[in-house]
């Protein structure tokens, strides 16, 4: 079994930047690929971007060049640095984890309002 923490949603104005963490309690983490999804108000669950262990990354047409997907698999945790946020952005955002099954996290809320 997987748990999944995410931290670091909240408000921000257009134009701003959050940095999103992923805790995993998963038991060998490094061979999980790890990835984060949004889903906003009456729309389907997207994904956003996903990590391999060795770090190879992919991401929606609609954030790349603005958002950055990391890991550190000595910490457990996955990151998503998101920059030039706009108001379409916002969404419940879920890390996942995927190896055989896939895990979800319970979701932190991103806000782009002025």
């Known amino acids: 079994q997987v748990q999944l923490v995410e931290s670091g949603g909240g408000l921000v104005q257009p134009g701003g930047s959050l940095r999103l963490s992923c805790a995993a309690s998963a038991p060998i983490f490094s061979e999980y690929i790890m990835a984060w999804y949004r889903q906003a108000p009456g729309k389907q669950r997207e994904l956003v971007a996903h990590i391999t262990s060795p770090g190879s990354t992919n991401y929606a047409d609609s954030v790349r060049d603005r958002f950055t997907i990391s890991r550190d698999n000595a910490k457990n945790t996955v990151y998503l640095q998101m920059n030039s946020l706009k108001p379409e952005d916002t969404a419940v955002y879920y890390c996942?984890?995927?190896?055989?099954?896939?895990?979800w996290g319970q979701g932190t809320q991103v806000t782009v309002s002025s």
């Open positions: 996942a984890a995927s190896r055989i099954f896939t895990y």
